[in-house]
């Protein structure tokens, strides 16, 4: 059986998403254009009533990730290598987009290609997510957010 990591990876790997990582080279130019995306993809992972195994967990950690871009963009949070930021304002693109590969308005299976490829993101970047998540903390222990 092929873990939802190995589902995601596949999704990273083709057409679709390679589009996804250019359009997110152009958004990341664009700091409105940035906060628009998080919105939208907040909005998303806040929405979704999905009773998936692991769901909720995928869903927390996408949170951190709109959180990551967030800090960055504000100037709070800069320890993250450029390839790994742009890929997460990738997957962030992909998963706020309404039609992807398998369209979110399908029941049951229109979110999963977005946990997929969310799961894959947090398999492949562990590292930098747990050094955001440390530091966010961090953060808010001394009262900065």
């Given amino acids: 059986m092929t873990s939802l990591a190995d589902k995601g990876l596949r999704i990273s790997k083709n057409a679709f998403f390679n589009f996804m990582i250019s359009k997110a080279s152009g958004i990341m130019k664009k700091p409105v254009k940035v906060g ?7 909005e998303k992972l806040t929405n979704s009533n999905s009773s998936e ?3 909720s967990q995928i869903k927390e950690i996408g949170l951190r990730l709109v959180r990551l871009v967030k800090a960055y963009y504000k100037g709070t949070y800069r320890d993250i290598d450029t390839k790994t930021l742009l890929l997460g304002v990738a997957v962030l693109l992909y998963v706020a987009t309404p039609l992807d590969l ?5 029941p049951i299976i229109g979110f999963a290609d977005d946990l997929s490829l969310m799961a894959w993101f947090i398999t492949a970047f562990q590292e930098e997510m747990q050094k955001f998540q440390v530091w966010e903390q961090g953060s808010v222990a001394v009262g900065h957010s």
């Fill in 36 to 42: 628009l995306l998080l919105t939208t993809a907040y």
């Fill in 102 to 106: 398998v369209p979110d308005f399908i």
């Fill in 53 to 55: 195994s692991g769901f």
